[in-house]
């Protein structure tokens, strides 16, 4: 790795954490303590407002982003890639979030590579049974609850075609058997349940955060699926 390519890396590493040392960056980098001195005070040189704290590690001034990256044609194409499963895989509230990440990054293309990836494009296709995953668009909100550790409140119908009211703290989405299923805590059932978003009617946030921490993880719960 030449070092432009490594002080970016390291100015990434920067704006991913609130804080890191220069033991990480050694570890991270394979690089000694003194180049990583090196480098950060080179990018301190060039404006780059990188702060230390006692007993914390360096940090980024609060608020300051990188300007956009330039994408190489691979690195486009392999976003087009997902973008082409998450239309057919999603529902409509993450694809127009993914819609419009990918229009910025087809701006910032030089014009040739946009006319491959527009090439490209044309010549992807994921072919599913119609009515997966587009019973209703709540994957964002979801995403958005697992994320605040909010409290939704949703209408279920069960696999009996029951249909309950339940408050439940998201801690995960799960894609398998061909449609997402989230995992929750039920709060009127003071369990872990299995929840398919599709069989979710309607979603809500309520005003009350999580209850409780939960260990138990997604990663868990397909262990003993």
């Known amino acids: 790795m030449n070092r432009v390519d490594r002080l970016m890396n390291v100015l990434l590493t920067l704006q991913s954490k609130k804080f ?113 995953n587009k019973k209703n668009n709540f994957l964002s909100k979801i995403q958005t609850a697992i994320f605040e550790k909010s409290i939704l409140k949703i209408s279920y119908t069960d696999n009996n075609n029951k249909k309950t009211l339940r408050e439940i703290e998201p801690l995960g989405l799960i894609f398998y058997t061909n449609q997402w299923h989230l995992l929750a805590w039920c709060t009127s059932r003071e ?5 398919k978003v599709n069989s979710i009617n309607q979603l809500s946030f309520s005003p009350k955060k999580f209850s409780k921490e939960h260990s138990f993880t997604i990663q868990d719960y397909m262990k003993i699926f």
């Not at 960056?25 to 005070?41: A, G, N, P, W």
């Not at 001034?61 to 239309?87: H, K, V």
């Not at 369990?191 to 929840?195: A, K």
């Open 20 to 132: 890191v040392t220069t033991k990480a960056f050694s570890e991270k980098f394979k690089l000694s303590e003194r180049t990583v001195y090196r480098d950060l005070k080179a990018l301190n040189e060039i404006g780059v407002p990188i702060y230390f704290e006692p007993n914390k590690g360096y940090t980024l001034l609060e608020g300051y982003f990188l300007p956009p990256l330039i994408f190489t044609i691979e690195e486009a194409n392999s976003l087009l890639l997902l973008q082409s499963l998450a239309d057919k895989f999603t529902d409509k509230s993450i694809l127009q979030k993914s819609n419009s990440a990918l229009e910025k990054i087809k701006a910032i293309l030089k014009y040739n590579d946009w006319k491959k990836y527009e090439e490209i494009s044309s010549k992807l296709e994921v072919y599913i049974p119609k009515d997966i």
């Open 191 to 195: 369990n872990y349940r299995d929840f």
